[in-house]
């Protein structure tokens, strides 16, 4: 039987490589999108879509509810991908930015996790793969949102590891670094909406660094990686009979973990505290 993934956040980067490089390898893939315009374009692609809104329980269950009538209620994969930035300094991030961050970059993918679980369980397997980042491993400057969100991914996947590990349900983080996407652009709106920088007292710094790194694109990083990086990992992830706990994509993922293992945290805060 043709094996079956749901793959959320397909719109664009990562998840629109991931939907197209496990349909050729053979996959039946579900790839949702936040919205109804890029589910339409999907299914002009031939991609199965349903609208998933990681801030809309409603189209969660929806969504959801529609790969189980396609499926006749199964499923072999879910990678959790969706997820945006709100770049800024912590100081200035308001409670409610921070709130609405959490909404879309995990509690909706624990929301969709919890609703695939029982599924999983009556078949008697599953792997459950969740995006997470190098921002889950180190902290970066600017980007204080977003690293809380991986952390938490990041805590609350182990511990699923852990409690699932008497099962054939298997949870797998993978923890890119520098990928090809619209991350940057797309987070400029969250931005804009919730951070006053005119007002900051880190003004100066605004100026000199991140809004250049916001609005000014200097082309590809260093070290980045086109998003087909993720998908061989994703494979690997749901395809492998026993696959690792965490795969590392991109050099300064591998530099990062090897950092956190062998360096105190005041080493490592010297390292990153200028990036």
Not at 105 to 114: A, P, S, V, Y
């Amino acid at each position: 039987m043709q094996k079956t993934i749901l793959i959320t956040g397909c719109s664009s980067g990562i998840g629109q490589d991931a939907a197209h490089g496990m349909r050729a390898r053979g996959w039946r893939v579900f790839a949702s999108c936040r919205q109804q315009r890029d589910c339409d374009r999907l299914r002009a692609q031939g991609f199965e879509s349903p609208r998933i809104d990681y801030t809309d329980a409603d189209s969660i269950a929806a969504g959801l509810a529609s790969v189980f009538e396609a499926t006749g209620g199964t499923l072999d994969a879910l990678f959790n991908n969706g997820a945006h930035g709100l770049p800024g300094a912590v100081e200035d991030l308001p409670t409610e930015g921070l709130r609405q961050i959490f909404e879309a970059n995990f509690f909706g993918w624990h929301e969709l996790t919890r609703q695939v679980i029982p599924a999983m369980r009556a078949q008697g397997h599953g792997r459950i793969v969740q995006n997470s980042s190098v921002l889950g491993l180190v902290a970066f400057p600017w980007r204080g949102a977003y690293v809380a969100t991986k952390y938490a991914v990041e805590g609350l996947t182990d511990t699923l590891r852990l409690e699932l590990a008497d099962t054939d349900i298997k949870v797998i983080l993978i923890e890119p670094g520098p990928i090809t996407s619209k991350i940057r652009e797309n987070s400029i709106p969250f931005f804009e909406r919730f951070i006053n920088w005119q007002n900051s007292a880190l003004r100066a710094r605004y100026e000199a660094s991140l809004l250049k790194r916001l609005y000014e694109s200097s082309g590809p990083d260093r070290f980045e990686l086109p998003a087909s990086a993720v998908t061989n990992k994703l494979a690997r992830a749901v395809e492998t009979k026993r696959p690792r706990a965490r795969y590392y994509v991109t050099t300064p993922t591998y530099v990062a973990g090897y950092l956190r293992r062998i360096l105190p945290t005041r080493a490592i805060d010297r390292i990153l505290s200028d990036i």
